[in-house]
């Protein structure tokens, strides 16, 4: 069983930034690969970005490439979205996930508005 809790969303203006939590309970969190995604009011959800379970590979859609980084502290385990040069079209309710063992996890999401 993995519980994820995310934190860090808010209201920002656009060229603002904001860095996103993901708090996951379990021992296996060290071992199995890091996503977020997000989902805008009347769309469907999008992946963001994804990290491999030892921080060493990252992944990201176009849309946030050069202005997000996600990361991850195996010790504390978190996984982090840092958000940079924010836009009104990256306002969504944002998700942390992971799969462990052909599973879904999903965390309850963290809103993020970015004003114009």
């Known amino acids: 069983q993995v519980q994820l809790v995310e934190s860090g969303g808010g209201l920002v203006q656009a060229g603002g930034s904001l860095r996103l939590s993901c708090a996951a309970s379990?021992?296996?969190?060290?071992?199995?690969?890091m996503k977020w995604f997000r989902q805008a009011p009347g769309k469907e959800r999008e992946f963001v970005a994804r990290?491999?379970?030892?921080?060493?590979?990252?992944y990201y859609a176009d849309s946030v490439k050069d202005r997000f980084t996600i990361s991850r502290d195996n010790a504390k385990n978190t996984v982090y979205l840092q958000m940079n040069s924010l836009k009104p079209d990256d306002t969504a309710v944002y998700y942390c996930?992971?799969?462990?063992?052909?599973?879904?996890?999903w965390g309850q999401g963290t809103q993020v508005t970015v004003s114009s």
């Open positions: 996930n992971t799969n462990v063992r052909g599973i879904n996890y």
């Open positions: 379990g021992r296996t969190f060290s071992s199995y690969a």
């Open positions: 990290i491999s379970w030892s921080g060493g590979s990252t």
